[in-house]
């Protein structure tokens, strides 16, 4: 049955002030650069985590980009460094190996992790395969299998057949494809569904993941030029989707996508449906549609977030995990029209998931130059450099360094930037910040610290002013807040422990 509604945003939504301690992003740099000195390649664009394929119980990511024809591939562990483990690459000039990479977990079940790689075959005209190459104890040289359907644009994984193994999900803008997992795993098709309808560009993003709560992953596919994405309850058996989602006229809506991942920490899997070209006070701000999971799913978005200005694109990229180590995943969004003070340098705001989900980003990562178009890939890496922190991935692919368009990727390592954890580690009491948010006044409370300087930030981290102190109370500092604009800043508050650095935000 296919169910098509006008989507509104659900009663008493609206902008939640309930803000945790965070740490602007202007004062950390990133862990690791990956750059590839050529003109075009667009280094970074794609990126994946790959999960576990040399064996070593640690993650491992890839990085490609459009004009590359390799596969760079960086192995996990605490010696982790910006030279690729293993480049390859299967064809000559006129393809393009690793247009999409895509880590599949275990497909064959022979206890290894596996995964599946897009090739471009450009002459004498177009055509897209898949290969998948399937892990082993000793992994050597790899082997890729080609997979035997042709023109398959884009990928997707999970276990769609209910037989707890994972599938691999393969389309074209005509058609999906399924190919079974598990110890009989061939490079023959299982299941295929046409596209509903045609010209939608059906099957541009793919997301996997059990959104009405019944214990069976489903299957979203995301179809931009209709502004639609199809939902397939699991076991995907049919081929005629059970729910359709409909927004805006953009061509915009699916064309990013993220299923599996559960941000307000119901137990159930959340829908995130980015729309970068969306049009509201400004042309292609861009949105971010949220649907929570579970029995009383239904097509009304719980949560919409926004760009704030024209051309940013807002929800070009989507990613998710435990970010901050509260045990509930959180959202990466990628904005990559990002515009201040550089235009199109790019930025990636960070979510972090609770129950209310909080909408004003509590991490900003920036691009750093003109045009390089940040956040246009990002991925969730896990603990990549195993110092126990998770790590998040971010392609700037066109970014100029020695060469036009060569491409950048950047590693983040939330060792440093999570001041929650070091916070925690810190014996005796901490600053508190109240209220939130703040009017004319705000308090810091110090309880047994000694206060040593205090600095104002505004969101792009310039520095704005020190404090004016109206009255001190032991314990209890008092800012005169009156001359500030509504809006968010960033407050760091220098103690004889350190530093410590809040997000506060001013309401008339």
Partial sequence: MIIIRLMRVKEGIGLLLLLPLIVPLFAFEPRLIFTFDSINA???????????????????????????????????????????????????????????IVGCGDVDNNGYDDFAVVLIKYYPYYEYYTFVCLGEESPGEYQYRKLDLRNTKHLGIGDLNADSYNDIVVASYHWFALYYGGPDFDT?????????????????????????????????????????????????VDSIPDWTLVAGSEFSFGRALLL????????????????????????????????????????????ILSGTEGWQYFGSSLAGGDLNGDGIEDLVVGVVGFSNPYPNMGAVYIYYGGNPFD????LIFYGRNPYDRFGTTVSFLGDVTENG?????????????????????????????????????????????????????????????????????????RRIRNWKIIRQDPGDLVLDTRALNSGIYFIEVQTTRGKFLYKVVRVE
């Avoid at 360094?401 to 916070?423: A, N, Q």
Wanted: charged letters at 20%.
């Fill in 359 to 362: 909408t004003i980003p509590d």
């Fill in 42 to 100: 667009q280094y970074g664009q794609p990126i994946a985590l790959l999960n576990d394929i040399n064996n070593d119980q640690i993650n491992d990511f890839a990085i490609s980009g459009y004009g590359l024809n390799k596969i760079h591939f960086f192995y996990g562990g605490n010696s982790l460094d910006t030279i690729p483990d293993r480049i390859d690459s299967l064809w000559p000039s006129l393809y393009r190996f690793g247009h999409r």
């Fill in 260 to 303: 599996g991942k559960d941000i307000n920490g119901d137990g159930s899997s959340d829908l995130i449906i980015g729309a970068p070209y969306w049009n509201e006070q400004y042309e292609a701000q861009g949105r971010v549609f949220i649907f929570y999971g579970g029995e009383d799913f239904d097509t009304i978005p719980d949560i």
């Fill in 389 to 461: 922190y998770p790590d998040i991935l971010i392609g700037a692919p066109w970014h100029d360094g020695s060469h036009e368009d060569c491409g950048v990727t950047y590693l983040y390592d939330m060792e440093d930037i999570r001041v929650e954890e070091k916070v925690k580690r810190l014996p005796g009491a901490f600053p508190q910040v109240r209220p939130v948010p703040f009017q004319e006044e705000l308090h810091i409370l110090s309880g047994s610290l000694k206060l040593n300087e205090i600095k104002l930030y505004d969101l792009m981290g």
């Fill in 188 to 236: 023959t098709y299982d299941f295929q569904a046409r596209a509903p309808n045609e010209n939608e560009m059906f099957g541009y993003a793919l997301g996997a993941g059990d959104i009405n709560g019944d214990g069976a992953e489903d299957l979203a596919v995301g179809a931009p030029y209709g502004n639609k994405v199809y939902l397939y309850l699991g076991p995907v």
